[in-house]
């Protein structure tokens, strides 16, 4: 119950801190945001070891060389990060 605590108030923080971006671009930025979000915080099990998988990905999609808003979604990917490592530690 912690954990889904934190992790919508993180995802209500994200889109809090950029609110303008979402008023400024249709609603497609918002849920870009969250994808971002949701997938940098999913983990893979292989056996008792879980790995940041979904970072790795989201990490591969923002280096590529045209990305819009590329500093919100490297933050978003970031809180995601850390709820994966609060996941661990929860």
Same mark, same amino acid.
Do not use: D
């Given at each position: 119950?912690? =954990?889904? +605590?934190? %992790?919508?108030?993180?995802?209500?923080?994200? /889109?809090?801190? %950029?609110? #303008? #971006? &979402?008023?400024? #671009?249709?609603? #497609? =930025?918002? +849920?870009?945001?969250? $994808? %971002?979000? &949701?997938?940098?915080s999913l983990p893979f099990k292989l056996f008792w070891i879980s790995m940041?998988? $979904? =970072? /790795?990905? @989201?990490?591969?999609?923002?280096?590529? @060389?045209?990305?819009k808003y590329k500093k919100q979604k490297q933050l978003a990917s970031l809180? $995601?990060?850390? &709820? =994966?490592?609060?996941?661990? &530690?929860?």
């Amino acid at each position: 119950m912690l =954990f889904l +605590l934190i %992790y919508i108030g993180l995802l209500a923080g994200l /889109l809090f801190m %950029y609110q #303008e #971006e &979402v008023k400024k #671009e249709p609603i #497609e =930025f918002g +849920l870009k945001l969250i $994808g %971002y979000y &949701v997938l940098a915080s999913l983990p893979f099990k292989l056996f008792w070891i879980s790995m940041p998988i $979904g =970072f /790795l990905i @989201t990490f591969y999609l923002l280096t590529q @060389t045209r990305v819009k808003y590329k500093k919100q979604k490297q933050l978003a990917s970031l809180i $995601g990060l850390i &709820v =994966f490592f609060l996941n661990l &530690v929860i």
